[in-house]
């Protein structure tokens, strides 16, 4: 059993940043990824990371977020900079595999809205 708790998002401009922090409690996870559902879209994986250096970005933000680990905790974060309208969305966090999120209960994610 793992629980996920997400926290930081909030309402910036364009091309503004916001740095997400996630929490997980319970069980190891070995590959923690980042998702992003907006209204009427599928939810998406945007980054994934294994360990500290194991790390995939989808297209769509490569080059504008990264994702991190703090060493030796179940503590990640996903800094978004350069943010565009396309990421308002929820964001959460969640054990990541190799066909998609493992079958968890979901976090109930943190906000991000992008507007002028």
């Known amino acids: 059993q793992v629980q996920f708790e997400e926290s930081g998002g909030g309402l910036v401009q364009p091309g503004g940043s916001l740095r997400l922090t996630c929490v997980a409690l319970g069980d190891p996870i070995a590959t923690l990824g980042w998702y992003r559902q907006a209204p009427g879209q599928p939810r998406e994986l945007v980054a994934s990371?294994?360990?500290?250096?194991?790390?995939y970005y989808t297209n769509a933000v490569s080059g504008r977020f990264t994702v991190s680990r703090e060493p030796d905790k179940y503590m990640w974060y996903l800094q978004m900079n350069s943010l565009k309208p396309d990421a308002a969305a929820t964001y959460y966090c969640?054990?990541?595999?190799?066909?998609?999120?493992?079958?968890?209960?979901w976090g109930q994610g943190t906000q991000v809205t992008v507007s002028p």
């Open positions: 969640h054990q990541a595999g190799s066909l998609g999120p493992v079958n968890d209960t």
């Open positions: 990371i294994a360990g500290t250096n194991n790390i």
